[in-house]
């Protein structure tokens, strides 16, 4: 019996919106992900199983082969890089923005700028394609804080409602990307495996394509 293909599905807020994708696609798991300590899972595919991660670390496990195949968001695939990756999907769930934000009502210098955030490799991007020099300050949670205690002039995180920006005295200013949340494959997989990961990668466009009817499905 051929080895079973390894799904990589980030947990959280991507986590719950990616199962009934999944369920839609034919794919279930065999037990309740969220009532047990387990993170790989056995499903309703005798070849598919699924291993549940941090939303960070999917991209590694696809990009080096631990899985075939995983489920991560835009974000993390631009601060990780998608060298060993095809990304043959938009699932269009969890959707958001990544940006800059600061202080409201204060204009953040033109030329130089402190910033905090946990995507330092996008924010370096972003800043030299701006012309700014901008000194990056990494950190790993509440980055609404460092503009409150003078540790950065602003930062680059992902925003949704902007309640938390709001309720800390802070706006959003630039826009960095549109965030959803994508399908990755490993390279190597997708030549080994084609006739395995063909089927599955058509069944998440066709039950993506189901949920968004009036938008092409392609990454």
Known sequence: MSKP???????????????????????????????SRKLLFDTNLDNVKLVVIR?????????????DLGVAGRDVL?????????????????RCRL???????QAPGRARRRVATKFVNVARRYYAEQGIQAEVIKLYGAMELAPLMNL????VDIVDTGNTL??????PRELIADITTRLVVNKASMTMQHERL??????LRHAVEVRNPDASAVG
């Not at 799904?7 to 969220?34: C, H, N, V, Y």
């Not at 939303?55 to 899985?67: E, F, H, K, R």
Request: charged share 25%; no cysteine.
């Open 99 to 105: 940006m800059t934000a600061g202080i409201e009502g």
């Open 55 to 67: 939303a960070v670390d999917v991209p590694t496990y696809v990009q080096l082969g631990a899985a």
């Open 5 to 35: 293909l390894i799904f990589a599905l980030s947990k959280g807020r991507i986590l719950e919106e990616t199962l009934p994708l999944l369920a839609d696609a034919g794919i279930e798991p065999a037990e309740p992900l969220d009532k």
């Open 198 to 203: 063909m089927p599955l990668i058509e069944q």
């Open 152 to 155: 950065a002039d602003e930062i």
């Open 78 to 94: 631009l601060e990780h890089g998608v060298d060993g990756l095809y990304e043959p999907l938009d699932l269009r769930i969890s």
């Open 166 to 171: 709001r309720a800390n005295g802070m706006a």
